[in-house]
């Protein structure tokens, strides 16, 4: 009996070797570090389609590489939308060029400034609230109002805890931009009857 279970547990410390051995061994499908691994989902996640101001070329914009996730840029002119534009018939919505600003029947949203700056950014943000934040909607972890369109929350807030977390600690790697966002903007009141 001694020597069975003397034998068993040497063959599972022998698996265990193998198993570290291929795993030491396999090359990595996806980059491994929470840095890296955040840069990657972000990148495929298309936030900087939104998050990123552009530089204009002439294959049309390209996010502007000195500015990356710095959110609509402060004191660019917010584009006149004609009045009634936006009803169910007509357009669901409208942005500028470089899809930082964002017009529905919701107002007037700005994507939010996703770099590590203290005063206008993530800086002050914990790892839950970024994962509260998009898991609930809610601004700043769940304790403020509703994310406004086209804030794409539903989705991405179904990702997991270390995938949220791994782009938490990229967005906090990069270098801080002070960019202070403007509040959004409430829709145009209805006409008085
Ligand atoms: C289609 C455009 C769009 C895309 C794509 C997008 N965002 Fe946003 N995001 C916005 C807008 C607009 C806001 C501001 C919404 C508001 O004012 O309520 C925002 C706000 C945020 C906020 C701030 C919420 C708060 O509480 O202050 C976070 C965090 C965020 N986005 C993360 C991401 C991440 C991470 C991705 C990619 C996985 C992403 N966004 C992709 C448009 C977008």
């Not at 086209?150 to 805890?161: E, K, L």
Request: glycine share 10%; aromatic share 8%; charged share 15%.
């Amino acid at each position: 009996m001694k020597q069975i279970s003397g034998v068993s547990s040497f063959s599972v410390i022998c698996a265990l070797a193998l198993a570290l051995l291929a795993a030491s061994c396999a090359k990595p499908e996806t980059p491994q570090s929470p840095v890296e691994r955040g840069k990657y989902l972000v990148m495929v996640g298309g936030c900087t389609d939104c998050h990123s101001p552009k530089v204009f070329t002439a294959m049309g914009p390209v996010p502007d590489s000195t500015r990356l996730f710095s959110g609509f840029p402060a004191g660019s002119p917010i584009p006149e939308i004609p009045k009634g534009a936006i009803n169910p018939t007509g357009w669901g919505g409208m942005t500028t060029n470089d899809m930082t600003l964002w017009a529905g029947p919701w107002g007037i949203s700005f994507a939010y400034n996703l770099t590590p700056d203290m005063a206008t950014g993530l800086g002050g943000w914990t790892e839950d609230m970024f994962i509260q934040t998009l898991r609930t909607g809610k601004f700043m972890g769940g304790m403020s109002r509703n994310i406004l369109p086209p804030m794409p929350w539903q989705t991405i807030g179904q990702m997991s805890d270390d995938d949220l977390k791994a782009m938490f600690a990229y967005f906090k790697s990069l270098p801080p931009i002070h960019n202070p966002i403007p509040p959004a903007i409430p829709p145009e009141a209805p006409p008085a009857k």
